[in-house]
């Protein structure tokens, strides 16, 4: 007859061979399943066909205590990429008015009048952070093409 005492050891060391797998490789275990949508995306870890980088230039129309409109004229092009499943949540979160070509952004977010937008996603085909999307707002540097 098992011991109790055995019994326990047993449901110890399962738990933690469970757990160390779950810590060791979470992208194809249910722990990776629930665990992911939680986790903000760590760039570096995702292969580079995983990610879709965009930027855009926006430029300050007006200012309303901590929102600014921006002018976006480009930004069909992000939302429109078909590969951008969660487009249509980024243009309700940035308001963005479509006959207008405005969006609405945090004033606190922009550097300068002139500033550009970035929007990075991942593929819905990836294993991790599959679908997610971050954007952030940076300096905008005028660039000239290399003349040969």
């Known amino acids: 007859m098992i011991k109790k ?3 326990s050891i047993l449901v110890a060391g ?11 490789d979470t992208s194809d275990t249910i722990f990776g399943v629930l665990t992911d949508p939680l986790t903000p995306v760590d760039w570096d870890e995702l292969p580079p066909r995983e990610i879709v980088k965009n930027s ?7 200012e309303n205590f901590s929102s600014c409109k921006v002018s976006a004229p480009t930004f069909e092009m992000i939302i429109n990429h078909p590969y951008f499943i969660r487009a249509d949540e980024l243009a309700k979160e940035l308001q963005y ?16 009048k002139k500033s550009k937008l970035v929007v990075w996603y991942v593929i819905e085909e990836a294993k991790k952070h599959a679908a997610k ?5 940076e300096k905008w540097v005028e660039s000239t093409p290399n003349n040969p």
């Open 5 to 7: 005492k055995e019994i």
């Open 14 to 24: 399962a738990a933690l061979l469970v757990l160390s797998y779950a810590y060791l």
């Open 56 to 62: 855009i230039p926006i430029e300050l129309l007006e």
């Open 97 to 112: 008015d479509n006959e207008a070509k405005t969006l609405i952004v945090p004033c606190d977010q922009l550097i300068e």
């Open 133 to 137: 999307y971050e954007y952030w707002i």
